[in-house]
């Protein structure tokens, strides 16, 4: 997912706003369990300590889906926005501060959607393909070798 925001971001010419950027953060935080995950399971092998790391990544993947609705709402209009959404934060900071005064700003607001695939945002996609990492973590809690695994019976 972050490839694509950045894939968007750099081929495709669509600055993020403030409320894309906080999406970002719990693919990055779901990153990082995921290589702790790793770690633990060469070290340990526990499958207490997968099952906690698979709740952790599951309440990442929530938190990540609570931002993507708020989003998707903000681009519907049910709600207003956050304060930093047409405040041109999240932008790049200029080396020359100066020179950059004279030129235009570009803020990205949030309540806009860049880009729109079968009527759905790129917040709206967000929401539901972290749903469903959201759904794939919470069962790897309580399955953790797969369905797949054949009983003893």
Known sequence: ???????????????????CLHQREAYWIAAAIAALALVARRMDGSEMANRALNLLLAFAFIGGAMVA???MGVEYKWWPGLASCTAG????????LLGSLSQPMNV??????????????MAGWNL?????LTIYSGLSVF??????EKSDD
């Open 69 to 71: 609705g708020f989003h």
């Open 128 to 132: 539901l393909i972290s749903l469903k």
């Open 108 to 121: 990205v607001a949030c309540d806009e959607a860049a880009w729109i695939f079968l009527g759905l945002s």
């Open 89 to 96: 934060s999240g932008g790049a900071v200029p080396t020359d």
């Open 1 to 19: 997912m972050l490839a694509i925001a950045h894939g968007f971001e750099r081929f495709g010419g669509l600055a993020p706003c403030a409320l």
């Open 143 to 148: 399955y953790p070798r797969g369905f797949t």
